[in-house]
């Protein structure tokens, strides 16, 4: 099999990972607060990096390669998508918050077009509009509400997931997936749990007390060591073989997967707006990932 081929298949199961991880927050949220939840979940998933490394005995070497952009990789994701969009959807409708979001791949493409110079094809700019347009026909039916300060967070958050595309591809050359992943859950877990300790005013037994619950273990467990672990990972080594644009294109897949799973899962209502957008978003994945022949 192919690098790209491999990669794109990574980057896919990525995105239908983080598309579970809408149903576990809202199990995990409905027992602590956002900040708390993201202090245990990279907690979680720092300390089971920590475990693969002394396992496999890996050692990491960062003398004379960028560090700056690896920190930098690590503010943008997870610490500030997480933050803004978590705050950003808080301030604004569900059906909003989704539209905001599902302009990802519009702003991948710039992203990628102007950061690392990677080639827009017609072919590439027609999905992403279709995407976008899928996205906000699963929305349809929906209450349309939002407070300035919530649609600038979610713009942030957009952009941040971008830019850890654009960041990630970039410093592919000089660090691992596994490299890459790491850093990124160590400022998460420095960040969420300085931010914890502040919000709880430095009350351990608080941030420990949604612990006791099973279906909150159930939830922050794959929060952390699927989605954290195992998604953030699969995006990194995706970056390592197709444009950040490409990785990018396939975001909304997520919405995708979370309408799926509250449906078959939840049992959430199902709407025909809803079926069309998710048929608009498969095709426009499927369309995109063909060979493409003649970039502009």
């Not at 607060?33 to 990096?49: E, W």
Request: net charge positive.
């Amino acid at each position: 099999m192919k690098k790209q081929t491999l990669a794109t298949l990574a980057a896919l199961l990525g995105y239908t990972i983080f598309g579970f991880s809408f149903l576990f927050s809202t199990i995990a949220l409905s027992q602590t607060t956002p900040i708390t939840l993201l202090c245990i979940r990279m907690t979680l998933a720092f300390t089971a990096l920590n475990l693969i490394l002394l396992l496999r005995k890996i050692r990491f070497d960062f003398r004379g390669k960028p560090v700056k952009l690896l920190l930098l990789l690590g503010l943008v994701q997870p610490v500030i998508y997480f933050l803004c969009e978590n705050y950003g959807i808080s301030m604004t409708s569900t059906s909003f918050s989704g539209i905001i979001i599902g302009t990802i791949p519009v702003f991948g493409l710039l992203g990628g077009r102007l950061f690392l110079k990677e080639s827009i094809s017609l072919r590439q700019c027609i999905c992403a509009a279709f995407s976008l347009l899928g996205v906000a026909m699963t929305t349809v039916g929906g209450t349309i509400s939002f407070s300035p300060l919530g649609v600038v967070l979610l713009f942030m958050a957009a952009i941040s997931s971008v830019l850890f595309n654009v960041i990630s591809r970039s410093i592919a050359p000089h660090f691992t997936a596994l490299e890459r992943t790491y850093i990124m859950s160590a400022l998460g877990f420095v960040t969420f749990t300085l931010l914890a300790l502040v919000e709880n005013r430095n009350d351990l037994s608080a941030i420990l007390l949604p612990l006791h619950s099973p279906s909150f273990w159930i939830s922050v467990s794959y929060l952390a060591l699927v989605s954290s672990v195992g998604a953030f990972f699969l995006l990194n080594y995706a970056n390592n073989y197709i444009s950040s644009s490409a990785v990018s294109m396939f975001t909304n897949f997520t919405t995708v997967i979370s309408i799926l799973a509250g449906i078959f899962i939840m049992g959430d209502s199902f709407t025909t707006p809803q079926l069309c957008g998710i048929a608009i978003i498969l095709v426009s994945m499927f369309v995109v990932s063909l060979p493409q022949k003649s970039p502009v």
